[in-house]
């Protein structure tokens, strides 16, 4: 064993990995190549990253987090059971990982493809083509990896996966305090999230039948800022502090070795061209594919992820800002919020009378009857719009103990949450809640996105948008009579309100099968006037008034 290298053997197949002393196991594994379900973003939540220890040895790993004795019990703990996610390495050991502990290929979308039906395949099928590419919408929370056959110009398949920077924090302000903190994660935040890109390239390749990935030529990415800086190895500290400067806006061309990528060292990797530190090159994918610059004055395009981005064509062009919306909207940051995959909440009606909830869970083919784990993005405004509506929750978020709901009950800290699914009906044997610190982080979600888009039109002598335009998984997904109970957008008619699916995806496709879009996209990003919100003078006097609902 090297100087503070640890090796582990993966049971039952034999094969050994090598790991850092002190680092989290779930990073050492996804680093190698194998990547576990952590649908709470590596917070010790949803116990699916399990992993057994045969022969559990103080030596070997750090002491069980109380996140472990709260998910597994002594027993499990005492049979070797641990959490990836949790448990830190500290010396040579062996780890057993259960199938049901890996990454499945049934994973969420993030929002369809709003594209001409002549460039999707109905079905997957064995491709004869020679020619793939791919775009990659390397979202804070979730990536998208759309394989096309560029030949007959048709997107062919895709796959999502939770970002595995989750483990060092929820949103981007955590990834760059984190390389600022120690130079070496820069190299551990890009590799691990160029391996789940691999994966996910492995598992569109088994499903359509591709032989040879070295006949993937070429990839187009886009993602936030921080996210693209981290991509390609560039050190998004600057974004970080004022004036929020990137090290650079202009698109980036290099070769997939450069980075790490194995699937064809040769490949062409493109990146779009950024607009400022917190408007990124997923911006400008999603007004080239919704063509923004096509719309009637007014219009409004919004990309609700865990960063927001708002941008509006105004009389005199194009106008952007970004919302510190955090990644409530997708599921993360929330005491049992998970990604939308099955076992995952995604509707809530609570009986007004006994308190009783009563959820809608996605289940893997449709028909399956699987007990929830979790709640998704769209569960969790739906559940807090429930909550509103019935009177369990004034207008300030306070959860309303007077209701006579039995409903209510303190967590082990003592703090007051809300039971939508009780422990004997969870796939965890936990019980599934709502808390009031899931409360405020949607307050603060939704207050955030509301007040970007105000400000915004307000510069542009607007008061509401002529149009607004939704992108992304939560804004397709989202009920809009949820929506509006909350106070998340502007009242305007329904008729004026369209979901334009994962316009960010929709965007690197098109620039991935037409490359003339690439100077198009950079003539966007040139154009966009940036305003900055933290500089408006009636910023905090909006935020404030939008974090309550409405009346």
């Known amino acids: 064993m090297k100087e503070g290298k640890c090796v582990i053997r993966i049971l039952p197949e034999g094969k050994s990995i090598q790991a850092d002393e002190g680092q989290l196991l779930i990073e050492a594994l996804v680093g190698a190549g194998m990547i576990l379900r952590f649908d709470c973003g590596g917070n010790g939540r949803c116990g699916k990253c399990q992993v057994r220890i045969p022969e559990l040895s103080s030596e070997s790993f750090s002491p069980p987090t109380d996140a472990e004795c709260r998910m597994l019990g002594e027993k499990n703990l005492s049979d070797g059971y641990r959490l990836a996610c949790q448990a830190t390495v500290l010396n040579d050991l062996e780890v057993n990982i259960p199938e049901s502990s890996l990454l499945s290929p049934e994973v969420s979308g993030k929002g369809p493809l709003l594209l001409p039906d002549d460039m999707v395949s109905t079905a997957p099928s064995r491709l004869e083509s020679a020619h793939y590419g791919l775009a990659v919408d390397l979202g804070t929370t979730t990536i998208a990896v759309y394989i096309c056959d560029l030949d007959s110009g048709k997107v062919a398949g895709s796959i999502s996966v939770r970002n595995p920077q989750a ?3 929820d949103d981007v302000m955590s990834r ?23 994966w996910s390239v492995a598992s569109l390749c088994r499903s359509m039948r591709i032989d040879d990935p070295e006949n993937i030529k070429t990839a187009v990415v886009v993602g936030n800022s921080t996210m693209i800086h981290i991509f390609v190895g560039e050190d998004p500290s600057p974004i970080g502090a004022f004036p929020y400067t990137p090290r650079f806006i202009e698109e980036k061309m290099f070769k997939a070795e450069e980075i790490g990528f194995s699937f064809n060292p040769s490949a062409e990797i ?16 999603a007004a080239l594919a919704a063509e923004l610059g096509k719309c009637v004055a007014g219009a409004m395009l919004v990309d609700i992820g865990t960063n927001g981005e708002v941008m509006l064509l105004g009389e005199n062009g194009l106008w952007a800002t970004s919302c510190a919306t955090g990644p409530a909207f997708e599921g993360a940051a929330i005491r049992h919020g998970m990604q939308a995959v099955s076992g995952a909440i995604d509707a809530v009606d609570i009986e007004r009378k006994s308190g009783r909830a009563t959820c809608s869970v996605i289940q893997p083919d449709g028909h399956t009857h699987k007990q929830p784990s979790g709640i998704c993005g769209s569960g969790v405004i739906s559940a807090v719009a429930e909550l509103y509506r019935k009177g369990f929750l004034s207008s300030d978020g306070r959860f309303n103990t007077d209701s006579g709901s039995n409903s209510f009950r303190h967590d082990e800290d003592g703090l007051l949450e809300f039971d939508l699914v009780p422990a004997q009906s969870s796939q965890t044997g936990n019980p599934i809640t709502i808390t009031q610190k899931d409360i405020r982080a949607i307050q603060l979600a939704k207050g955030a996105l509301i007040t970007g888009m105000e400000l915004l039109c307000a510069e542009t002598g607007l008061t509401v948008p002529k149009q607004l335009m939704i992108a992304g998984a939560f804004g397709t997904f989202i009920d809009a009579k949820d929506a509006n109970t909350v106070g998340m957008f502007p009242d305007l008619n329904k008729d004026s309100v369209r979901s334009v699916g994962n316009a960010a995806g929709a965007g690197a496709v098109l620039s991935l099968l037409d490359p003339s879009l690439r100077s198009t996209a950079r003539e966007l990003a040139r154009s966009t006037t940036v305003l900055d919100l933290a500089s408006t003078p009636d910023f905090e006097k909006t935020f404030i008034k939008a974090l309550a609902f409405p009346v």
């Open 270 to 285: 493109f990146t779009l061209p950024l607009i400022s530190g917190y408007l990124g090159s997923d911006i400008v994918a």
């Open 176 to 198: 760059i305090s984190a390389v600022a903190d120690h130079s070496k994660n820069l190299a551990r935040l890009q590799k691990v999230v160029v391996k789940a890109i691999e």
């Open 167 to 169: 483990m060092f924090g």
